[in-house]
């Protein structure tokens, strides 16, 4: 029998309530039809999450800065691994728990359209393209290839969610459809064409009118309409009962959970599907169409080998969590995921040179994990990381906070510059400053006021830099700064993103020559948010490099290696690639067309000795 | 010219307001008689503290737990080097700030007399003689032994001060004579008579209703009187103001700073002082006692070698912070106060054996710190140093946080112990939950309010018991803790106070066997506050191994080793040391006397290889 064949001989002998009960988040046991209970709620965005100890790759914006799809397929692969291996070994002690299944709530694959998004950095960036292939990427890592499903993967927010967080719950964003399908949907569908995800998650938000949770032209019309969609869709946590509380389009939550089933939203993450049983007796909802729903919920159970002892991933061992190879892939996905934006010529640094790492984020273990993370029990800070390869002497001086006004310790930055040879600056922000509704304390509760440094950390850069001394400027970030100054002032600029656990040996890596750089940035650098319109105007004029009028600081795509790269397009589709330098190196080989505005289609990452030419050849 | 001499010469051309400016921490430039800006603040009590990156030893009470006062001495010299490494880049930024001088306001001699003091762990325990000796080796290695002192000692608080923090600013300990002087006093008068400490620093607390920085008996009497201390004496911080506000022994500030300073507080942490003219003017001091004051201080400054070229200190360069030499000698002192309370046989640990490492202070650098501390820029986290050193795979789960009821982590932990042959529970609290007034956020403030584990971490440890696994019971704490529980289900138990910055490699040192443990406790471990007198009451009836009448856990000085050690004592003063076992060791010796009590009187620390006796003779 199929996995749908056998839901539905299963769902058939469920009661009402039975099927209502299994579509919260939190579904109970059937113990009479041998159904335990499961909470489909898991994280896995860079590796397992709120669960303890795991691998912690890059967070997704550094990973998309890797233009590296099949890497990126690799690591979903071994998250995927991860999971599955928490799972085998949480099912042991009798039962899962939240963060213990197989249901991931990733990727996400909003479009990161204004930078001051604090969630931006769970994204792969601005462009729908580097997003739709890196998200295909993810999901067929985490989905796999086998019998039955590795993990599911659920694309989110669906649909154009991207901010302000402070209004998220009651947000309606306006859009022309020009907009909608070209930037907003696009990587969904080319998810669903390519990668067959398991799951959808309605967004928080409104989109002209219809909260996303139970929009009959997303969900019915678009979604399963339009992009033949077969998964399941699970609603944001609490989003259902935003549609009366917030969104006020309904009147209270069985009104609210009626329209959110009718149009296809099948499990929901809160609590509003209790009152499906109110629903239903005011004939809100019928029988059928709770049915169908919780046939698809119990397909993707039967899929992912949960009744069945057969499944070739019950035997992932518990070891495999932090394990070396995955540790390696790590490196390598941090390797490739930081950017180089500036370089005088002191990089690669000569390893003889005395350095002082001087900044709040030089020795931060936050400034590694983002948000949506597990929790590294082995890692390598950017310190750790410089003196693991430094052959000469290292001092550390933090400087400052990273936003407190406590000038203390810029005096003893001042004594360790002028104690060496090149100033490290590792500076920033991190998951504090930067996040989800509630990440930041102050009134933009997680979203960035505007692309500036802390008053606090430009007043350290500056007293560093009037030292003299050469200075190699470290940007740890999820999103766009403002690193002007930077550019002006120091030696070299490098953009590290959330670099993960093995984020400092990564970084060193680079610093010291043991790899060139080939990260791009997957967002443009802007030089100030007043270039941009509001961030609650959600046309798409005058935002990311397809229709931003003005100068960016660094354009999306940017990104320096340590030799001489020369593209020679052969023709539309051939290009050869030439490495004229002395540097062995990664390179990613972007193809653009022009519809009419300069549109990414094409990603091909390589590696080009010294000396040598590569050809590349793109299919379309 | 004697610095004595030349601080006369100087001071007599300073006007009225020029002397009195002199005589707060954070005294002004003085420009026309050459006297630059001097802020006295500096902290070093286990390392420099507050300023940024340096080598961060064990905290007191861990060096007090190594029982070896040479080593004791060595760590102070140094931690002294580095202050003053600090204090020479500094100086050549142009000038100096607070933290950044060579007046350190440590040791913390008070007597741990009760286990619910928070900040207890500054301290080096409950016995007077191992205060005195351990001080007296701190204030020998701050000091040196040149033509200049090397940096100041400071002994604190004078007297009686040890809790509770929610009062301290108008608390008034009522104590016999013989308690005083037996106890409170003792390693005071000890160190003054040994090491010439340049310093005290009076309490915030009244004694028999006199406040400490402003009493006749304790001041004058005493110590400038019958102890002959012939150093200059500061004021705890805001101390002097709290004698109106708080003690309301005087009505106003200038009041308190006049009977401060006429029985000899010479400095003032806190801005009371600059009422001392008006205090002159109301003829409540005379000029010729601020003068002497004034006279007293600049001594001090002129034997630091301030003022001149040829201080055999000005050249120590600012590589030493940190400097594996230190590091080296950090690993040493940590593993010396790492105390073996329990032990089946278990450790040395077998290092093919699959470890999991559990508990919310073993990935904790907090938990290697303890306060009054510097930065660490290498460290080793409990979990990194067993890492070091494991030969096989280890596994880590936080399992909980170190208070918050949140037991998703406890099923992490429970798979990481079943997928391991023998768990090490890393367990206790760390300067968040017991240290200075402010310390914790509860009615307490700093103190502990009983000596159990949070509930959290209790729960955890029996779910974990529960697994019939070996279990080898880690406690971080500066204080006692009623580990019956641990002593009576776990292997093995060891205390490691708060270890320093090479916290994790020493104790990994001690469970693989690297080194055999030599520390023994400096407290009485008790099963419970219950057993103990009210914590307000300063009687030391029933207190520590002196006077308590129920029946310890752990007792003073207990302290297990990895081999089979007998005395052997020929007379009162010799004793031969017999290592009958199969494991080389240290192995301090203790000499008690009954006064009719039992006391401690004598410590030698030796290293007895396996097999061999060595002899240990006390002067006394």
Redesign the interface.
């Known amino acids: 029998m199929s996995f749908e064949e056998r839901a539905k001989e299963l769902v058939a002998k469920m009661t009402f309530a039975e099927k209502i009960s299994q579509m919260r988040y939190d579904a109970p046991a059937i113990e009479r039809l041998g159904v335990p209970a499961y909470n489909w709620w898991n994280e896995a965005l860079h590796g397992v999450a709120?669960?303890?100890?795991a691998t912690v790759f890059p967070q997704a914006i550094a990973m998309a800065a890797s233009f590296n799809t099949e890497l990126m397929q690799t690591v979903a692969s071994a998250i995927s691994d991860e999971v599955r291996a928490?799972y085998n070994?949480?099912k042991?002690?009798g039962h899962t728990?939240?963060?213990?299944g197989l249901t991931c709530w990733a990727p996400n694959i909003n479009i990161f359209r204004d930078p001051r998004w604090g969630r931006g950095h769970e994204t792969y960036g601005e462009d729908p393209y580097l997003t739709g292939v890196m998200g295909t990427a993810y999901i067929k890592g985490m989905q796999g290839e086998g019998k039955y499903r590795k993990t599911d993967a659920t694309l989110k927010h669906y649909a154009v969610h991207s901010g302000p967080e402070s209004r998220r719950h009651e947000f309606n964003a306006r859009v022309s459809d020009k907009d909608l399908y070209e930037t907003y949907l696009w990587a969904f569908k080319y998810c669903i064409d390519h990668a067959d995800p398991s799951a959808v998650m309605g967004a928080y938000n409104a989109v002209d009118g219809e909260p996303c949770c139970a929009s009959k032209k997303l969900l019915q019309d678009i979604l399963y309409g339009e992009f033949g969609f077969r998964g399941y869709v699970v609603s944001d946590c609490g989003a259902i009962c935003d549609i009366n509380n917030h969104h006020k389009v309904t009147k209270n939550e069985a009104e609210s959970a009626a329209l959110a089933v009718n149009n296809g939203c099948d499990l929901n993450c809160g609590t509003a599907y209790q009152w499906l049983k109110t629903a239903a007796a005011l004939g809100l909802v019928d029988e059928e169409t709770v049915t169908k729903a919780v046939e698809k919920l119990f397909t993707a159970r039967f899929r992912l080998g949960m009744f069945d002892d057969d499944c070739e991933y019950n035997h992932i061992p518990?070891?495999i969590?932090e394990c070396d190879k995955h540790r390696a892939l790590n490196r390598q996905m941090a390797q490739e995921g930081i950017v180089l934006l500036k370089n005088n010529g002191i990089l690669p640094l000569d390893s003889s040179k005395r350095i002082a790492v001087i900044g709040p984020n030089a020795?931060s273990v936050r400034a590694l994990l983002a948000n949506y993370k597990g929790?590294p029990?082995?890692y390598s800070t950017l310190?750790q990381g410089i003196?693991n390869q430094a052959k000469a002497?290292?001092?550390?001086?933090?400087g400052c906070d990273l936003m407190k006004r406590d000038e203390?310790?810029i005096?003893?930055a001042?004594?360790?510059a002028?104690?060496s040879d090149v100033v490290i600056l590792c500076m920033g922000i991190d998951a504090s400053l930067e996040g989800e509704e509630g990440a930041v304390s102050d009134v933009n509760i997680g979203d960035k006021p505007d692309l500036e440094l802390p008053d606090i950390q430009k007043k350290l850069m500056e007293k560093i830099i009037a030292l003299g001394k050469p200075v190699i400027f470290v940007n740890v970030s999820g999103s766009c700064m403002n690193l002007t100054y930077a550019d002006t002032n120091c030696d070299a600029v490098i953009q590290c993103f959330y670099p993960g656990a093995e984020g400092g040996n990564a970084l060193a890596d680079i610093l010291y020559g043991k790899v060139s750089p080939s990260g791009r940035l997957p967002v443009t650098f802007y030089k100030s948010a007043d270039d941009l319109p509001p961030f609650e105007d959600y046309s798409m004029e005058n935002r990311t490099y397809k229709f931003f009028q003005g100068e960016p600081l660094y354009p999306f795509g940017y990104g320096l290696t340590y030799t001489d790269i020369q593209e020679n397009w052969v023709d539309e589709n051939t290009v050869e690639i030439s490495n004229n330098g002395s540097f062995d190196t990664n390179y990613s080989v972007l193809k653009y067309e022009y519809i009419p505005h300069k549109s990414l289609c094409g990603i091909k990452k390589v590696f080009v000795k010294c000396g040598e030419t590569v050809r590349v050849h793109f299919d379309k």
Chains 1, 2 share one sequence.
């Open positions: 709120r669960t303890g100890t928490k070994a949480f042991q002690t728990e939240i963060y213990e518990y070891d969590i020795d929790i029990s082995i310190l003196r002497h290292v001092d550390y001086a933090m203390d310790k005096r003893e001042i004594v360790a002028n104690n």
